[in-house]
């Protein structure tokens, strides 16, 4: 992974420097609210329900076993002994102590961590791929990018204040697992026809109140233009964006209000005099960069393993897990594995220190050193040996990261919701977790199969409820907490926005809501079919159909 | 005590004022300058200012001017003794097209200096204005930011191409200029260095 220089550090070292003194002048009144908001946002501290919270950034998801043993002893001195791991990628602590937050940040940055614009009005962290680097239909490996584009974003001086946030997600794969075609900008990496590195780029795809899917703005673009054809598109943004109205500000919406040709003729205008400019990527750039991703130094292993072929025949529980946890990986003998932060009863993505602890010797003992956070909120081991699986296994099982349920039903994407955020409008821990209990039967759940859940305390988005294939969306309704659903939204390449399949429900009928949009999908799915691809066949009607049959019978009595 | 930075070859320091804005007198009708409605001002050439507002604003007779960009485009030909005489700048909103001074001012060096006015500190278009100023159209003068002005965006503006900075009145400009200098080593090419960290150290893995 990408270890810091002397500029790197400098960086991270002033920025701690900048915050404290932001921080003092804040306590002792010479900045007011208003004016100390983005500065702290812009370090991923939001002022919660309960006390601040703080958002560590974790470039790309990427993590060393250092970093997270580091993590877990922040979450342990300065927070309650747990985290909380984001659709972002991030890290985030739900109890800090405002004045703390300058301690913490030296602390990250002995290890080369901060929270640099994980929130705020600016250039978020650049996700990508959690498989980035092992997934066998990688094409490019996009972390180095993504790492030249972190640099490049870091305190950008001409976008520093944008009317709203940005997010940049690269993948480098055929099958998309960025959802790169929901974010500001969507860059994906291939080989063009001459076998060079080029761009697909997306613009103005976004979730939040008004989900759009991006508009592809440049089918080819070549690597070394990534930066200033980014700058061209933010600068674009920057000038006309709307900054009248928080809910209009993004760029989809001023891509949608100029139409992707007109804003497409901005931008190409506006590169005509960026392209080739200084910050055009160098190839020697691309390279030392690049050195930091190299392959890890992997043994020749054959394919199988007898012990481990032997332990799925006789260990049932390890056979489940091995099922829904392993991953394909590009070098024989080696899978990538899911570690599942969603065990039934608890808040999805949460760790505790000592869960960090034990994934970051994990790491350390079996995958190299490092690790990745999922934007489906699990910890990945990309690198393990086959033969060392059974061994992981039981050890993740000892500390709750074995729940065999990664990509099934309970396996749900979540905010933290109004047990935390205050700007939810509703509670989306409880509805996950009653959700889990109510279908906590392992066959059952291997039966209903592949299915993503993601639950949004408000349309803000966070737990991406517009792209699962059931999404659930906490609203407010005369001051009380109800939730809509949604069916038939996917993340990928065949990406798709849910459709609302009517009013919405209180939160003691959700578990039975989803039991009936199941109990629908188990009648009349074919052989092999997903939910998703149920509901796409079949369209939301008889699932709507039959969710509200009962409500409307009880409207019916009360009629009569 | 002014409340003016200035840079001089890089070194800041606080300088007398010696400049005067002048300024739009109220208008009858509300402004319709809101954020965003650039887009729809481009496509429409609606205008944000009036013309009796900019008949009826008083320039004064003598000494050092800074105009608003409608004023000096409506009024330049009753101005050009001014001009010629390095006594005239311009300053703009950060919602107003730069392309209008540009068409009606293609020596943007005969102005000794142009000012941009930003309302909310939290307004990042004076970033890109600043930039666009510098790199594209080849202003070499002062480059002032003007309004909402405050320590922690200096750094910002400084690296958008500003060279200096009227820090609100309510604050205090000695304390605000060690910001100018919050990151020595900044990652990517901007306005006041073009070169990113890759092209001007050698960066060894």
Known sequence: MYKYDEIDQTIVDERV??????????????????????????????????????RI??????????QLRKLGDIANQYDKAYGHFTTRQNMQLNWPKLENVPDILAELATVQMHAIQTSGNCIRNITTDQFAGVAPDE??????????????????????????????AVSGTKNDRAVVQAHDIGMEFYLDSNQQVAIKVWVGGGLGRTP??????????????????????????????????AYKARIKILVKALGIDEFKRQVEAEWSHLKDAPNTITEAELARVATHFEPMPYETLPAHDASFDAAIVSNVAFAAWAKRSLHAHKVAGYRAVTLSLKPHGQAPGDA??????????????????????SHEQNLILADVKISDLFAVWQKARAHGLASPNVGLLSDIICCPGGDFCSLANAKSIPIAIAIQMQFDNLDYLHD?????????????????????????????????????????GSQGNDASIGSVIGPAFSADEMPNVVQKLIDVYLQERNAEERFIDTVRRLGITPFKAHVYADKALAKNEVAA | ?????????????????????????????????????????????EKTVSDEQIANTVIPAHGKIILPLTVFIARKAELQTRLSKNELGVW????????????????????????????????????????????????????????????????????????????????????AMISLNDFSTPYQGAADEAQPAFRRYHRAV
């Open chain 2, 1 to 45: 005590m002014s409340n003016l930075i200035q840079l001089t070859n890089g070194k800041a320091h606080i300088s007398d004022d010696d400049w005067q804005l002048v300024k739009l007198p109220a208008s009858q009708v509300e402004a319709r300058k809101q954020a965003g409605k650039i887009v729809l001002f481009k496509l429409t050439g």
């Open chain 1, 448 to 488: 209903i199969g592949d299915i993503e859940l993601n639950i949004s305390g408000c349309m803000n988005a966070c737990g991406h409820h517009h792209v699962g294939h059931i999404g659930i969306l906490g609203i407010d309704k005369d001051g009380s907490e109800w939730y809509q659903v949604t069916i038939g």
């Open chain 2, 92 to 175: 703009l909103d950060t919602h107003e097209v730069l392309h209008t001074l540009i068409e009606n001012q293609a020596d943007l060096n005969a102005l000794p200096i142009i000012a941009v006015h930003v309302e909310r500190f939290a307004d990042g278009r004076i970033f890109s204005l600043g930039t666009l100023l510098r790199t594209r159209y080849g202003f070499k003068n002062d480059l002032r930011a003007i309004g909402d002005v405050l320590r922690d965006q200096l750094f910002f503006l400084k690296r958008s191409g500003f060279s200096s900075f009227a820090i609100r009145a309510d604050r205090n400009a000695t304390q």
């Open chain 1, 139 to 168: 094409v490019i490996d996009p972390r180095a990018m993504a790492e030249i584009i972190r640099q490049w974003s870091t305190f950008h001086p001409e976008f520093a204040l944008l009317p709203r946030k940005f997010k940049i």
């Open chain 1, 212 to 245: 759009i899917l991006g508009s592809v703005i440049r089918e080819h673009l070549e690597w070394q233009h990534a930066l200033t054809y980014c700058e061209a598109i933010v600068r674009v943004y920057n000038l006309h964006g709307r900054r009248d109205n």
């Open chain 1, 17 to 54: 420097a900048q915050y404290r003194d932001q921080t003092r002048r804040y306590l002792a009144g010479e900045l007011s609210e208003d004016e100390f908001r983005p500065l702290r946002l812009q370090n991923g501290l939001y002022i919660q329900r309960h006390a601040p919270m703080l």
């Open chain 1, 352 to 373: 505790t220190s000592l869960q960090m602890q034990v994934v970051a010797d994990l790491a350390e003992q079996y995958s190299f050193g490092e690790l990745r956070v």
């Open chain 1, 57 to 66: 950034a974790v470039p790309y998801g990427l993590l060393s076993s250092q």
